[in-house]
């Protein structure tokens, strides 16, 4: 009996050792990592294989600045499937407001709420281990299986939690290598491409409709009395201005079309497939928009009007990008001139007529 015990317990010693080494194993794959994508695709990948786990997916908590940072992880073929967003309370009400992971293999149901969307499961039991990033908690590392004792409550969760801390601290070093990253492309006020991202995609724009004969379609565009903005509501409504000018030109555009900030209260856009004609279709559309829904500054609130000038690559005249863009900003600079000759009391919006 006592051999059978002893033999018993050094079975178990071994498996406990060799689940020690794969989680090792896993720490060492994803702590030289300085990118969310390759961070989160290795660390998915390693768990899967390692411990011949079915499912294995992130859940994140919504969270506007970490978004900007991870929004390009939807191009990954791995992540795409295998990461989720959730509320903050939806969050908390099933995982907590710790570190602790919660193993759970009954009523399942309301933990569905965490899965990937557009996927089947077949899961008996989970595994969630809160993730968090400078002491906050930003979301969790997922796993499933089939088996009901897989992750039974009761079972020892100290290597989980050590892996947590690992990959929270990796997620400390790319969030700061990621931000850098990201601030050299993008306008950190509104989050879209920053002056110098733009003049090279708009190159790289321009020489594809010429080579494809495409038409290619630029609008200059600048917020009115912006100066008046900020001086009757102050500075910080005067930047939610311009982050409310941003996302709603991103909302109204296509994804194939670029939206950046050029500099102040200046915006371009660069309209790919798109004839000058059809740029001021989707501007009066914008224009329309924007009159129709006021931005709420405190208790009061103000209507965002722009003025804005529509360039385009059928015009022979303009044989480069430089020019195209002067030509749409000339153009918007004529209509701030007519803007300025019109009564206020007649003005119904600021478009170019």
């Known amino acids: 009996m006592k051999d059978i015990d002893l033999?018993?317990?050094?079975?178990?010693?071994q498996e406990n050792e060799e689940i020690a080494r794969k989680f090792a194993a896993v720490e060492t794959a994803i702590?030289?990592?300085?990118?969310f994508r390759d961070l989160f695709e290795v660390l998915l990948t390693e768990i899967r294989e390692r411990f011949k786990t079915p499912y294995v997916w992130i859940t994140m908590i919504e969270n506007r600045d970490l978004q900007n940072l991870i929004s390009p992880l939807a191009t990954s073929d791995v992540l795409r499937d295998r990461m989720s967003?959730?509320?903050?309370?939806?969050?908390?009400?099933l995982v907590g407001s710790t570190m602790t992971p919660v193993l759970v293999n009954d009523n399942l149901k309301p933990y569905f709420k965490l899965l990937p969307r557009k996927k089947k499961y077949f899961i008996k039991s989970m595994a969630l281990t809160p993730l968090s990033l400078d002491g906050e908690i930003i979301g969790s590392l997922n796993q499933a299986d089939f088996s009901v004792d897989r992750f039974a409550p009761g079972i020892d969760t100290s290597l989980l939690e050590q892996l947590a801390v690992k990959v929270s601290l990796c997620l400390s070093n790319v969030t700061a290598h990621e931000k850098l990253r990201y601030m050299a492309f993008h306008d950190p006020l509104t989050g879209l491409l920053n002056r110098r991202v733009m003049e090279t995609v708009l190159q790289r724009e321009f020489n594809r409709a010429r080579r494809y004969k495409s038409p290619l379609a630029v609008v200059f565009i600048d917020l009115n009395d912006f100066k008046g903005v900020n001086d009757t509501y102050g500075h910080d409504c005067g930047d939610?201005?311009?982050q409310f000018l941003?996302?709603?030109?991103v909302k109204m555009s296509r994804d194939s079309d670029v939206v950046a900030r050029f500099a102040g209260d200046e915006f371009v856009l660069i309209l790919p497939e798109t004839t000058a004609e059809n740029a001021e279709h989707l501007m009066e559309r914008i224009c329309t928009y924007l009159q129709d829904t006021p931005l709420k500054l405190g208790p009061q609130k103000a209507t965002c009007t722009i003025s804005y000038g529509v360039a385009s690559t059928r015009d022979p005249l303009l044989r480069d990008p430089a020019a195209l863009l002067k030509a749409a900003d000339d153009?918007?600079?004529e209509a701030k001139a007519r803007l300025k000759a019109t009564p206020k009391k007649r003005r119904k919006n600021e478009r170019p007529p």
């Open 7 to 13: 033999n018993a317990l050094l079975h178990r010693l």
């Open 246 to 249: 941003g996302s709603n030109l």
């Open 85 to 93: 967003v959730v509320d903050r309370q939806t969050f908390r009400d």
């Open 331 to 333: 153009r918007l600079y």
């Open 31 to 35: 702590l030289s990592i300085l990118k």
């Open 240 to 242: 939610e201005m311009l």
